[in-house]
Each structure stands twice: as structure tokens, then as C-alpha cells.
């Protein structure tokens, strides 16, 4: 209604779905041809693990047209009039290159004609030096029936019949992939790190991780930290079984913010598993984080105080393990995301425990380390506890 009571024209005439199907289309990547009555967006309909360019038709929907090449992640960026785009394409063996790509509409081609073709690199395809080491994708039906991805950094010159320390870099809460067939780069130096000093670094994206649709993230909706680890460790234990390679007496796990909380939701439920746990920034009881975020999983504690309990740190602190030197702690004293109350307030349930830990501070960081002589001393604790106690 407007300010004189009549009724303003809906501007929405009808819905159409135009998609369908168990896979994401990005919710930002989408553009529209008015002209040619095309919708062209950015989907995972065929591997969760790269995103394409599809397009479909809007009064003719029917199975979407992939546009890109299969084996590349793509990001694009498209003109107004949908004729032109900007492909930048990767895969976990190739570094990013840019290709100018054409839209174009043959009168022979079928449903849709639409076909695409390369004008020029603005960035060409460089090969990777001999001696950088790919990482591995791999994947596993785990018993619940869900396909789950994983990834793994070998180190350099790995000797057949030898087992390797092991570390598994976690995140696995909700909003967030880390396994995909793109070029790691700069943001897994750390795992190159720790591989070329003769760990294996694995990755795992559980249930409750991104781009697998709202079914697959939603088993832990009211259970967070619970089907994460369970999940985790299902795999880890067949990754072991499968290649050999894994010293199962010696294997880690190390994540920041949620992959901090389920590190240490890692050491207490499965202490049998993981020798050590270096957990950074984490989240020690969902009482005492965010509500938008907890609520938008966990519902209130009033409604749910089972679900709040159990994926309490804190209140499962009498958990730990009583051997020395298997928990680090590792906190910025400004975070303003997760607040250094909650290491606080583990610290002292942890010490009326009586369970052992190492805690080391930066009292000027917040929840993302931002000075350069802090990420030093960071990886350089990280890997000399490592070294000492893995």
C-alpha cells in the first residue's frame, strides 16, 4: 500500500524455477540476457568441487548448458549484454590464468544456442615449477551414505612402506569449503609448510560444510560439534587403512576459530585418535558467541540445552586428556569475534579439571593475526610443538 491507501502494481508478475536438482547455483553470479530471454549463473551442478558457467532459458527451462571447460574452477565476470566474460581458471595442478571469452548464438547449434569461444589471454597458462607438490583430492562414502572430499600434502621424496606424522587441518563448520579443485597458492602455505618438514597435511570438508546444499549442512543443525568430528575421523581412519602411509600414533589436528573449537572438541572426544590438538581462536561454548550466528544452528538454550551442553568445550573440559604437552591454546586478546572469553573461561574449567595445557597469547590481535611478527611467532610455535610433541 502507499502513503494514500491504494494498492502499488506487484513487481513480481510470477516465479519460474528455472533450476532444479541436489547442487548450488551461487547466490551473487548471476546474470540476465532480457534480449535473448537467457539466464547465465555460476553453479556446481557437475562436482561440488568447481564452479561453471551454466545458462538456461527463461521461458524454456529445461537442463542447464555448462559453458566452461570441466577440470577448471572458474570465477567469472560478465558484461551488461551477457556477450562477453572474463573466465579465471584454475585447477589444483595449474595457477590461475584469465581467457576473454565470446558468446555467440549459431542458428545450427541446438536447445538454447549458445556456444562460446576465446578471443585472447589476458594472463597465459604458465606451467608449475618441478618443484612444487601438488596436493591430492580424494573422496569417501563414509556409512551414513554421504560422499565426503578430502585433500591431502605429501611431503617431498616419501619413502614406500614408511609412516608419516600427520596433520589434519580442520575447519568443518558451516559457510565454509576448503576442499576444491582450484589452485591452493598462498593460502595453504602453511600446509606446504608443514609437509615439506615431512608431516602429511589432510583436509576434510564434513557434513556440515559449505556448497553441498541445506540438507548436508544441516546434520548439524543442533548438534554442533558432534557429527563434525565423527565424520572427520571416519575418514582419517580409512585414509590410513588405504594408503599406508599414516603413523596412526602420531596424527594432529590444528584449525582456527570453528576449526579451533573442533580441535579441541577433536583431543576430548577422540584422545585415542589425536595426540595433540592446536586449537586457535576458538569457540569454547556456544553460550558465549554470537546469537545471530549460534541461533541460526543451535536455536536458544532454553529450547535446546541438551545440544548447548553437549557441544560445550567448557563443560566437557574433565574430557582432556591428564598427559602433558597435547593441548595448545592459542588466542588474540582483541578478538572481536571470538571473544578471549572464551579461552578465559576454558583455562579456568581446565584448571578445576586438573587437565594439563599450553596457552600462548597476542595481546595485541584480533581474530585474524594482522601483524607480520605475530603470523612469524604463530607458525613458528605451531611447528616447534609440533616438532616436540608429535
Not at 519460474?16 to 546474470?31: C, I, K, R, Y
Request: proline content about 6%; overall charge neutral; glycine content about 8%.
Amino acid at each position: 500500500m502507499n502513503t494514500k491507501g491504494r494498492e502499488l502494481p506487484r513487481r513480481i508478475k510470477k516465479k519460474v524455477a528455472l533450476t532444479s536438482g541436489n547442487w548450488e547455483v551461487s547466490e551473487s553470479d548471476v546474470w540476465v540476457n532480457e534480449k535473448k530471454r537467457l539466464v547465465y549463473f555460476i553453479g556446481l551442478k557437475d562436482t561440488p568441487l568447481e564452479r561453471h558457467l551454466y545458462v538456461v532459458d527463461i521461458d524454456n527451462p529445461q537442463e542447464p548448458i555448462r559453458l566452461t571447460e570441466l577440470g577448471y574452477s572458474h570465477s567469472i565476470a560478465m558484461n551488461y549484454e551477457c556477450s562477453l566474460f572474463v573466465d579465471i581458471q584454475s585447477n589444483i595442478n595449474q595457477c590461475p590464468y584469465g581467457v576473454v571469452q565470446q558468446i555467440y548464438y549459431p542458428l545450427s547449434y541446438p536447445y538454447l544456442r549458445v556456444k562460446v569461444q576465446p578471443l585472447g589471454y589476458f594472463t597465459e597458462s604458465t606451467p608449475l615449477p618441478v618443484t612444487y607438490r601438488q596436493p591430492e583430492l580424494f573422496s569417501h562414502t563414509i556409512e551414513s551414505g554421504h560422499l565426503i572430499y578430502g585433500m591431502i600434502f605429501k611431503p617431498p621424496d616419501m619413502i614406500p612402506g614408511e609412516k608419516y606424522p600427520t596433520v589434519l587441518t580442520i575447519y568443518g563448520g558451516p559457510e565454509v569449503q576448503l576442499v576444491t579443485n582450484s589452485y591452493k597458492g598462498m593460502r595453504y602455505l602453511r600446509q606446504f609448510l608443514l609437509s615439506s618438514e615431512g608431516y602429511v597435511v589432510v583436509s576434510i570438508d564434513c557434513r556440515g560444510s559449505r556448497h553441498r546444499g541445506v540438507a548436508f549442512e544441516s546434520h548439524i543443525k543442533g548438534r554442533m560439534g558432534t557429527v563434525e568430528i565423527a565424520d572427520q575421523v571416519e575418514v582419517l581412519l580409512w585414509l590410513s587403512e588405504t594408503t599406508g602411509f599414516i603413523d596412526r600414533e602420531r596424527i594432529a589436528v590444528h584449525g582456527w576459530s570453528y576449526g579451533g573449537y573442533l580441535s579441541l572438541m577433536g583431543l576430548l572426544q577422540r584422545p585415542d585418535v589425536f595426540k595433540v590438538a592446536i586449537a586457535g581462536a576458538p569457540v569454547t561454548s556456544w553460550t558465549l558467541y554470537d546469537t545471530g550466528y549460534t541461533e541460526r544452528y543451535m536455536g536458544t538454550p532454553d529450547k535446546n540445552a541438551t545440544g548447548y551442553s553437549t557441544g560445550s568445550v567448557i563443560a566437557n573440559a574433565n574430557k582432556f586428556p591428564d598427559e602433558v604437552n597435547r593441548l595448545l591454546i592459542i588466542h588474540g586478546l582483541r578478538d572481536e569475534n571470538v571473544h578471549f572469553a572464551h579461552t578465559s573461561s576454558l583455562v579456568s574449567a581446565l584448571t578445576k579439571a586438573g587437565k594439563p595445557y599450553q596457552l600462548q597469547v597476542y595481546p595485541s590481535e584480533r581474530h585474524s593475526l594482522r601483524h607480520l611478527e605475530s603470523s612469524e611467532h604463530y607458525e613458528t610455535t605451531l611447528l616447534s610443538f609440533l616438532q616436540q610433541n608429535l
